[in-house]
């Protein structure tokens, strides 16, 4: 009879290997998965109606009578600031209607009110003091900036009624959501680990997962941590399921020695950005926002008519609703055209246009979504493509539908977004010669002589240029 003796520490380690009792690591991080992302969808959704309900106040504000406002102030004051003050002052509500009151009568007939027109005893025991001066302010703005007509009232209802349906097609995406990582049927457990065994390599666990459409979305593997990370482990993968993957998360377990490593379709393509701006006054009247969803990644450009603060107010207002309509799930064109009806009511003097591209980072596929907005340009290898806008801005007009365009890029082409400042700089033609001309390879180099250009032949207007290059992702 033989008698091995192994040190605890040993022993310990190999019966996580091979304790069939130490099992389902990988399941419990598909649900613990699977509940993370349902937690940040739900908290995308809650920022949105956060950021609508803020446009409906204003909206609101169209309408309403000077006591409808004064009481309107007193109610939001009182949630938001006094709710839970422990100032006698402020627990006495008709002390608090009445201090309101005369303070939104005073910034109605001055236009706004400081710190001055406070109370010495209220302004210095009063923590949220400078906060309510603003909220009272900003609410006086809205009101004397907005046009007072029936009209107005009909559109908001009408911009309500979009955005309910914006959010039903958000809900039901959102319960589709429960099977986006589902385990595949196609792999059997038993097999897939005697396909590693084949090979000598050991895993404890392994699943295939699925997206709602039954497609390949990820690998869950439970390996050794010393193992972990090795590129064998995404050879082998690559063999199962016939593309390429790459490691997105690889981190320890609870149980010393083992590790769990996630694997995902690896992007054919990545990007790289060069952004360059130039202001006409103080503040430029462009915005723009990035934002990596999935394999997808969205690039926005809004440009406010006109320059300085107003216009840069409108595209940042623009660009800020959809950006969170964009993280709770709702395609671009439906976000854009909420947004068109929101900016209408209380938008009469004011336009904007968005840019936005979607770029598939799996095969490449394009989605140009205008609203207006200049001509975006691509720099392939041999020829400079052209994609024209035909909608109206946002803003002129309740029923109006985004350009929509697609198309496709390959490794070391370039997309080209221009605010009509950098456009209207260059006729169409001179603009593509110059870009046919640039030698560079880098895309922050191209803005930035893009906007250079732009800026020698007119002073007229504010200027935005993005380069997107798209390079193969190796």
Known sequence: MFVILIRNKHFYNLSVYFNTNINKIAENYLINSNNYYLTNKVNSVKNALNDLSLIYNKLYLNSAS???????????????YCKNCNINYCKNKENLKNNVSSLVNLALNKGKITLLDISSGQSLNCFNINQIINFINDSIEDFNNFNKNINNQNKNLVAISDNFEGFN?????????????????????????????????????????????????????????????????AEILEKILGFKVSITENKPTKYIGLHIVLYKIKN?????????????????????????????????????????????????????????????????????????KLIIPYNQDNFVTIDAVNINLLNGEINFIKFASSISLIKRKNQIDIIKPESLPIGI????????ITTAVEENEYIIMASDGVVDAFSEDSLIEFISNVRTTNAQMLADQILEEAQYRSKLDDLTCIVIKVNKNV
């Open 397 to 404: 007009i309740n029923n109006v539908s985004p350009t929509l």
């Open 169 to 233: 097609l958000i809900l039901d995406d959102f319960i589709k959501q429960n099977n986006i990582n589902k385990i595949s049927d196609k792999f059997k457990t038993s097999d897939l680990v005697s396909e590693f065994n084949y090979y000598n390599v050991f895993v404890k666990e392994i699943i295939i997962t699925e997206d709602k459409f039954n497609n390949f979305n990820s690998a869950i593997l439970v390996v050794k941590t010393s193992d972990a990370g090795k590129l064998i482990y």
């Open 66 to 80: 000077v006591s409808d406002l004064i009481k309107f102030i007193t109610e939001k004051v009182n949630k938001n």
């Open 268 to 340: 054919k393509f990545r990007l790289f950005l060069g952004i360059s701006q130039k202001s006409k006054l103080d503040k430029n009247g462009d915005n723009y926002f990035y934002e990596k969803i999935d394999n997808n990644s969205i690039i926005a450009l809004s440009d406010g008519m006109g320059s300085g603060d107003l216009a840069n107010k409108s595209s940042n207002y623009a660009l800020d609703l959809l950006y969170s309509l964009e993280k709770a799930g709702l395609e671009t064109k439906y976000a854009l055209n909420i947004i068109n």
